[in-house]
Nanobody, 117 residues
């Protein structure tokens, strides 16, 4: 049984920073990309950042220059450093692991990030 445990969310003022973590445990083989998504109230879930096993990264335009994704392959953990936070960053943030074997995708339970103006 694979579990993803997210942490680091909370309430922060605009301009502040938060660091999200997502640790995967259980029988994991061939973890490929590790991603962060977010979903604001009334909106669709959107991709925030992705990091491949080799460390290549890609970001949504709305967070480029402010967010940094990183990973620790030995710990099967992915991080999201969020700086210069804005009220529009308020959302539930989810991590996603893409693996080479069925079921191919695992999702975290989500962590709330609230940015006050």
């Amino acid at each position: 049984q694979v579990q993803l445990v997210e942490s680091g969310g909370g309430l922060v003022q605009a301009g502040g920073s938060l660091r999200l973590s997502c640790a995967a445990s259980g029988r994991l083989f061939s973890v490929n990309a590790m991603d962060w998504y977010r979903q604001a109230p009334g909106k669709q879930r959107e991709l925030v950042a992705i990091i491949t096993r080799s460390g290549s990264t890609n970001y949504a335009d709305s967070v480029k220059g402010r967010f940094t994704i990183s990973r620790d392959n030995a710990k099967n953990t992915v991080y999201l450093q969020m700086n210069s936070l804005k009220p529009e960053d308020t959302a539930v943030y989810y991590c996603k692991l893409e693996v080479a074997t069925f079921p191919y995708v695992y999702w975290g339970q989500g962590t709330q990030v609230t940015v006050s103006s």
